[in-house]
């Protein structure tokens, strides 16, 4: 698409003529510059020294591609029975297949690398992870791959003890692990702590900023929609709330019963909610860490997070010391954290004395930080397959 920049002018040229000397001199230049475009371009496609398969089979996937690497699907329909896209990043071109189609034997392999996403949330995930680790093993066996990494969405306490025989280092197969929440066993060589992201299994969108995002006074001071646990902390947010009135001030819709599929309406709800208000409520459920969170971000709404551990056996690792959310903490997250939910009142009247200046600038700083968040989490995945799956230069 470069030729019509090529044509140094036409017939009827003049030499002489300053305004068309110059137009000549921005064309040659413009004829250089594209081509030295072409060469570059020629000499990145040379240096694809890696394909790598993703093989979404977790909606955690999803967050990996359309969130963090702005990958796009093909068919967009989100209940297609198979859905793929692809792309060149650093020295490796990425394809990715989603969808229930995608079985065991069933599909073409095309790389010799795979990262397999999975859940093991849960026992029966657990022993659907299973079987595709032992498909990915097989292959592995009969030399059709090379090697493996697994993104997880690891278990809420923490109890991933079942992955960990796959692991290279104890004899497995499996190269590297991405697994989300606080593992006690991330060590930044092969296992690495992995964001939780916003629930793509909720079909929650890429959201990108806008104008009126960024600068429109928003109806409410805080947010908070969800679930209310008997015993939790949760129903002591609730009654903190009701007690000064502050309930009148943020948009809050409890509900005493979890329900995985939102309706249309309550997703919209939801949306409208973040969208509105300044502060989004994030108190602790199983796991301190929540889509929530990731959720408000798009939403440049400033989350307010409980900043306590959960029970179970996540916490600190050899590599980091801030547990709950190491991962939000040592990238610098700008949230407001909270050890007890007393603390919301003075936050509360705090905002009502903000200008609406200086909540565009945090915003904007919130915003700015999410983007840059996934961008250094896209480098660092890609980095990290780059440094572990091609050989050494070492000779």
Known sequence: GFTDHVALGNEEWNPWDADEKNELAASQQRYEANLKMI???????????????????????????????????????????????????????????????????????EAEHVVLVLNGREPAKIAYATQWLHYAQTLMETRKIQHVAVVLLGNE?????????????????????????????????????????????????????????????????????????????????????????????CWIAAREQWQPQETNESFKNYQDALLQSDLTLCPVGINTECYRIYEACSYGSLPVIEDVMTPGV???????????????KTMGAPFIFIKNWKELPAILEKE???????????????????????AWMREKFINTLENSFLPSDKG
């Open 314 to 328: 996540c916490g600190n690792s050899s590599m980091y010391h801030s547990a709950p959310l190491q991962l939000l």
């Open 352 to 374: 009502k004395k903000m200008s609406l200046q200086e909540k565009i600038r945090r915003r904007k700083k919130l915003l700015e930080w999410y983007r840059n968040f996934k």
């Open 157 to 249: 306490q923490c109890n991933n003890a079942w992955i960990e025989p796959y692991l290279k280092r104890n004899g497995g197969f499996v190269n590297l692990l991405f697994v989300t929440y606080d593992y006690a066993f991330v060590n930044e060589e092969d296992i690495f702590q992995w964001p939780l992201g916003v629930a793509t299994y909720r079909s929650f969108p890429v959201v990108e900023p806008s104008w009126s995002m960024l600068r429109d006074p928003r109806s409410y001071l805080c947010n908070f929609l969800g679930t209310v646990y008997k015993n939790s902390s949760r129903e002591t947010l609730m009654e903190i709330l009701k007690q000064d009135g502050l309930d009148k001030l």
């Open 39 to 109: 060469k570059y371009a020629r000499s990145h496609l040379e240096q694809t020294s890696l394909r790598v398969q993703i093989w979404g089979k977790a909606a955690i996937g999803l967050y990996l591609w359309q969130h963090i690497f702005g990958g796009h699907l093909e068919p967009a329909d989100v209940t297609a029975q198979w859905r793929e896209g692809s792309q060149k990043a650093g020295r490796t071109y990425f394809s990715f297949l989603t969808g229930p189609s995608v079985v065991p034997g069933y599909f073409s392999v």
